[in-house]
């Protein structure tokens, strides 16, 4: 089955937000989205508010909810208490746990699960005793040992970071290193019983190698590339192009 596109409202956001204005929509473009066959909405909301607004929350649930039942909605963060309070108010199908600090410009490498593995167990049983999958942000480096230890926190799935990946666009050899170490991290996640998403700085161009590497990729969450792509294509078309990158019939 292909991965599913959960398709990253942040970048749409950070472009409402340069002005005191209401456009672009965060809402009408997710809607937009979903109505052109995507199967979720992503949203990272920092505590500066600097794309996502707190605001945007209860809208984009109320879509789902309303107008697009079947589709998930997937709130990904650091582990604050503030961003746990957040998650348990508007109750996401899946949380997305990453590492960074909240002040860094986007997230750049997932948890060292040696080091923080044993602060991560309460949290991920907290937020799947509300109901919530969680999934954990994850170097998708090879390391076996890692996704064992990803594993004994309780989560549901690890998230592969894939910027390493989308930063050689033009290093092809390299890419296809990239690619392995990937594959091996979720060959390793299949051994163990965890779901395997995706995401940061995947295109049209680099998905299809992606998903021939992973065929048991559940999902990729794409925000960048995708409205890069979005400003050419417009949305509805952008969404169709990332599907079929991704190996769905559309």
Known sequence: MPAKLSVNLNAVAMLRNRRD????????????????GAYGLTVHPRPDQRHIRFSDLPVLRALIDDVFPKAE???EGYPSEDFLALCEKTQPEQVTLVPDDPAQATSDHGFDFRRQGEMLKPIVARLKSAGMRVSLFADGDGDV????????TGADRIELYTGPYGGCYDQPEKAREMLELLGRTADAAKVEGLGVNAGH?????????LAARIPDLAEVSIGHGLTADALEYGMAETVRRFRRACGEKV
């Open 21 to 36: 204005l209401p456009w672009p929509s965060v809402e009408h473009l997710g809607r937009v989205a979903l109505e052109a």
């Open 73 to 75: 909605f997937n709130i």
């Open 145 to 152: 040992e890692a996704v064992k230890l990803a594993k004994a």
């Open 201 to 209: 700085d995947l295109t049209v161009a680099n998905l299809p190698a």
